[in-house]
């Protein structure tokens, strides 16, 4: 557990990206949201973290015997996280489906070339397994999904392309995800889609939410 | 009931204090970059702190009023001149219709802030009325003010009010063009090698041309980690200090994204953070460590004042 600032509050899972570790983050964060404690903001799970933003003013408020809002926070994370473990529910994710043209991905042929397959083995590697969302970051709806097949993983790219089309399809590492946007980026483009996944006017605004599954479907297939 | 942006300035936009709950979806909160300055302006005024205010870097924006309206401006000092007369910060003025304020030259800071009586209309978008320029929503067409902009006044901006209607000097922040920025510490810092601790707590950094409204890109002394440091992407926030694998630094602001994976060496005291805001390419900063709860002794210490402050201004209004 550590501050990240005086107003968030990080506590670590553990250091690797696995289902377990990120359905407990999702749980905590949502436990957070659900019963606020007072002064909380808002949380954010990632892979295998969850970090509370707090009012600094509004904890202390609360807690007027307390000389930092910080480690009341610490605590409360730690009591809600003991009290989670033995009841995590394993509600059945939501699944969503995303079309992908794999004649528009830049680096496929390559990528097929390096892993010592066939594009289409290659595609049908990809498309096997459902991914889970681990965690949103680095733009308004991009998913970070995984885990892909240890023999399709892939290395970023060396020099990051200054534009990646909006609906491109990466991997980096183990990893895989949809540009929601046009943008630099440095994962390898193996496919595009149409979907929007930042849609602002709606509820959510985005397509995914931690915790969803995806799946992606061959528009050629 | 508005104003007109008659000259577009350099990357000028709506903002107010962000907005809030969308982290977990890739949304950040953000907002102005100096939120001292855009708090002191709208207290001053007798409006919300959270009112939209018009941020505006050098060359800033040539803005006409095209009704009477009482404002005030904060941030930077760009030598405002109102119909060719100066005008100070930190106080409340009067512009009648058609009158204009410029900004003739960048005398300290970076950023400076345009409040009106009332505070701004502008696009609201999960609300906030700042613009966020990744999603294109908010403020103006979530965009850079461009010229011709109308932005009308949420409220009644004209009305009585007192010339001696000053903010005090106590509460205004020490801006520098080489600032000494207190940090809390980030969860790599004891990985620094001895040098590179020393370096990062004793040397100052150049604020490099690769800095905007996402984050400050620093050059200094490289610093290096003991060792390999892989870290899974977690969230992050301004003010937060991340090492580049170059051994550079990035210090993120107001857009910053809300995850990272590169080592956080420290988090900028949020009520520090103005200071660094008002930083520009060629500025230098130093960073001075203290604890979490000094950084929280100092953000209450800042709330008490501006309540304080808010107390006085509402009774004068």
Redesign the interface.
């Known amino acids: 557990m550590?501050?990240?600032?005086?107003?968030?509050v990080?506590v670590?899972l553990g250091?690797?990206?696995s289902e377990d570790l990120n359905r407990r983050a999702i749980a905590l964060?949502h436990d957070l949201a659900e019963r606020p404690f007072a002064g909380f903001?808002?949380?954010?799970?990632?892979?295998?973290?969850v970090?509370a933003?707090f009012d600094?003013?509004a904890v202390?408020r609360a807690n007027p015997w307390t000389?930092?809002?910080?480690e009341v926070v610490r605590a409360e994370m730690e009591s809600r996280l003991a009290a989670l473990e033995p009841c995590v529910v394993s509600e059945e994710p939501r699944t969503v489906e995303v079309l992908v043209d794999f004649s528009e991905g830049p680096d496929l042929e390559m990528a097929a070339a390096s892993c010592g397959i066939s594009v289409p083995e290659f595609i049908e590697i990809f498309t096997a397994r459902p991914y889970r969302v681990f965690?949103?970051?680095?733009?308004?709806?991009?998913a970070?999904m995984g885990q892909i097949n240890e023999c399709i993983s892939l290395p970023r790219l060396a020099t990051p392309r200054l534009r990646v089309p909006k609906g491109s399809v990466g991997i980096a590492g183990r990893q895989t995800g949809i540009y929601p946007?046009d943008s630099p980026g440095g994962w390898q483009l193996i496919g595009r889609t149409d979907v929007e996944l930042?849609r602002?006017l709606e509820d959510?605004?985005?397509l995914f939410?931690?915790g969803d599954m995806c799946r992606f479907v061959d528009v050629g297939g | 009931m508005s104003i007109r942006i008659e000259k577009a300035g350099l990357a000028a936009s709506v903002q107010d204090l962000g907005r809030?709950?969308?982290?977990?979806?890739?949304?950040g909160p953000g907002g102005v970059m100096d939120r001292a300055a855009a708090e002191l302006i709208n207290i001053l005024l007798g409006n919300e702190r959270d009112a939209a205010v018009v941020e505006m870097h050098f060359p800033a924006c040539d803005v006409v009023f095209e009704n009477d309206a009482l404002f005030a401006i904060g941030g930077a000092d760009f030598g405002a001149e109102l119909d060719g007369e100066k005008v100070g910060r930190w106080r409340v003025l009067r512009a009648t219709a058609d009158s204009k304020l410029c900004f003739e030259e960048r005398v300290k800071g970076a950023r400076v802030y345009l409040s009106v009586r009332g505070g701004l209309d502008a696009d609201e978008?999960?609300g906030s009325r700042s613009t966020?320029f990744?999603?294109e929503?908010g403020g103006v067409s979530g965009r850079f003010l461009r010229d011709r902009d109308v932005i009308k006044f949420a409220g009644e901006a004209d009305g009585e009010f007192r010339k001696s209607m000053v903010i005090s000097r106590s509460l205004l922040p020490i801006y520098s063009s080489f600032p000494t920025v207190r940090i809390?510490s980030g969860?790599e810092m004891d990985r620094l090698t001895s040098d590179g601790r020393a370096a990062f707590l004793e040397t100052p950094f150049d604020l490099t041309n690769d800095s905007n409204r996402l984050g400050f890109r620093l050059k200094g002394e490289p610093l290096s980690i003991d060792g390999e440091v892989?870290i899974?992407?977690?969230?992050?926030?301004a003010?937060?200090i991340q090492l580049l694998p170059d051994g550079q630094l990035v210090v993120l602001m107001a857009d910053h994204?809300?995850?990272?994976g590169y080592p956080?060496l420290g988090?900028?005291?949020?009520v520090d953070l103005p200071l660094m805001a008002q930083l520009a390419p060629g500025d230098k900063v130093g960073f001075h460590l203290i604890s979490?709860?000094q950084?929280?002794d100092l953000?209450?210490e800042r709330?008490l004042e501006l309540n304080k402050l808010e107390a006085a201004c509402k009774f004068a209004w």
């Not at chain 1, 965690?135 to 991009?142: D, E, L």
């Open positions: 550590f501050s990240l600032g005086e107003n968030a990080t670590e250091d690797a990206i964060s903001v808002e949380a954010v799970p990632s892979y295998a973290s970090t933003f600094v003013a202390r000389s930092s809002a910080c965690m949103i970051g680095f733009q308004p709806g991009f970070y946007f930042f602002p959510p605004p985005t939410k931690p | 809030v709950g969308h982290r977990s979806l890739g949304i978008w999960l966020n990744a999603a929503l809390t969860s892989e899974l992407s977690s969230a992050v926030a003010g937060t994204q809300t995850t990272g956080r988090h900028v005291a949020s979490v709860e950084a929280e953000a209450m709330e």
